[in-house]
């Protein structure tokens, strides 16, 4: 059974810091690329960041200089570190492989962790 034990999220001010915590489970993730996605209220949900299959980290031009992404491969765990926030980082966040994994398939998504970026 495919899991994803997403942690974190909340309500933060302008230009603070939250930390996502992935840990995988149940599938093949060693050979996939994987990261966290969010979606906006009324926007389509777009990938933030990644680490690919190689160790290679990759983040959309939104995020970066202000969000680092680590993962621990063997373990099969993802962190998303977020500093410097801005109210359009509002968002549900959601841990996934790139491509999303797929159960049955259909793609599968854990619930996500709502960030409010708000003063």
């Not at 974190?8 to 489970?25: D, E």
């Not at 990759?58 to 491969?73: H, K, N, P, T, Y």
Request: charged share 20%; proline share 5%.
């Amino acid at each position: 059974q495919v899991q994803f034990k997403e942690s974190g999220g909340g309500l933060v001010q302008p230009g603070g810091s939250q930390i996502l915590f992935c840990a995988a489970s149940g599938g093949l993730f060693s050979s996939a690329d994987m990261g966290w996605y969010r979606q906006a209220p009324g926007k389509e949900r777009q990938l933030v960041a990644k680490v690919t299959e190689g160790g290679q980290a990759i983040l959309a031009d939104s995020v970066l200089g202000r969000f680092i992404i680590e993962r621990d491969i063997a373990k099969n765990t993802v962190t998303l570190e977020m500093h410097s926030l801005k109210p359009e980082d509002t968002a549900v966040y959601y841990c996934n492989t790139d491509p999303p994994v797929r159960v049955n398939g259909l793609e599968f998504w854990a619930t996500g962790l709502p960030v409010t970026v708000s003063s």
